[in-house]
């Protein structure tokens, strides 16, 4: 059974250390926080971690100095730094030094809880549903002949510094099957560093790519060092390149070119060492055949091109993939599917792929009242809604019967009935009746005590 990880946040600053433990906490993670070095050397002793998150610039022991000690006593032990707007730098040597990567605070969770997922799935020990090519720990889901072909490709050419080029929809793995790369190459020491090109302003993304330095533009307050400069030696992933305009695509195809940046108001080239893997959600013949693609830098990305089929070319992976999500966010619990959600999955189509179906089975695990995870818990909206008006005209009818006893009645007792009988037609699933009755799920709950302090209704409802 699948046990919860467990991260040691390191920060002086105890508001940082709450909002880092909520944060964490409410993604699945058992989190230890404490106030320094010493602290947290005292919690390592017990092992069972599986990544240490430590602030930079701590009073006594810094967060160099604890990278040190954690690196002599357990090397293996990742660390991410966390370090404000001014001290990227000292982030950089850090990673130089062995830690796995940095965070520039403010971050928000989602980035917080990207980085961290990413790093421990990268680290994380072979689980039943992981491919069974070797025995290197793996986490992407390769059952399927398609997706094996793309594994052996990807493989065999991940000790070389080639540009790749990963294609496919939206949701099919593209990100991981790139850190896979990185991954299974001798660069896997090195940072790996993304950049979503579609998710930054056009304004922002030269400084983002190629960095600043200070002064460079209003409110360029301190150099900041890019992603090609703090991926050098090791791995960046430009993550739809497609939707990079054809200004900064001529700037990044001489980086390709000439292996060296240019920052923001600066005066002479740096030179980097970054193994460049870029994905793309389109086809970028048609966009090259229509002038929004520089055909030189089509050339310069394009000398390894993988595609990432979707899952229903891949139906060998679902049952796999099914078995992976439930321990994932099963936690402590042991999720096991009933029959029909299980033929539900199975028989969908996934339209959004792996993403999809991930986001479904977490939904389940959420709404689940137990270990079984039924049709209700899976099925989607438009699925459901057929499912939901037979329910609704069953509630109505049962509604209906209750008023005709209405001079025996209270309106407790009707509403007892009410609710009873939702649940009995929505198969006890508490998410789904609530949702018929137009109340929460908290009501529901607490409708429910009242009714087994009253001896109304079984003590296991």
Known sequence: MPTTERILVVDDESGMRVGLTEALERAGFAVTAVDGGTAALAALAGGGYALVLSDMRMPGMTGAELLAAVHARSPGLPMVMMTAYGTVEDAVAAMKAGARDFLTKPFSPQDLLHLVRGILRDAGAPSPASSERGSAPRRLIARSAAMRRVLTIAEGVAASRAPVLIQGES?????????HIHASGPRRAQPFVAINCAALPRELLESELFGHERGAFTGAIARKLGKFEVASGG?????????????????????????????????????IDARVIATANRPLGPLVAAAAFRRDLYYRVHVIPLTVPPLRDRGEDVPALIQHFCERFGGPRALALEPEARAYLLRHTWPGNVRELEHVLERASLLAAGTAITLADVALEDDLAPERADIATGVSAAATSVSGDLPALTVHEMECRLILETLRRTRNNRSHAAKVLGISVRTLRNKLAEYRAAGIVDARL
């Open 235 to 271: 791995t960046i992933l430009l993550d739809e390149i497609s939707e990079l305009e054809l200004p900064l695509q001529a700037k990044l195809l001489r980086v390709l070119q000439e292996h060296e940046i240019d920052r923001v108001g600066g005066t002479r080239p740096v030179a």
């Open 171 to 179: 949701g099919t793995g593209k990100e991981l099957l790139a850190r």
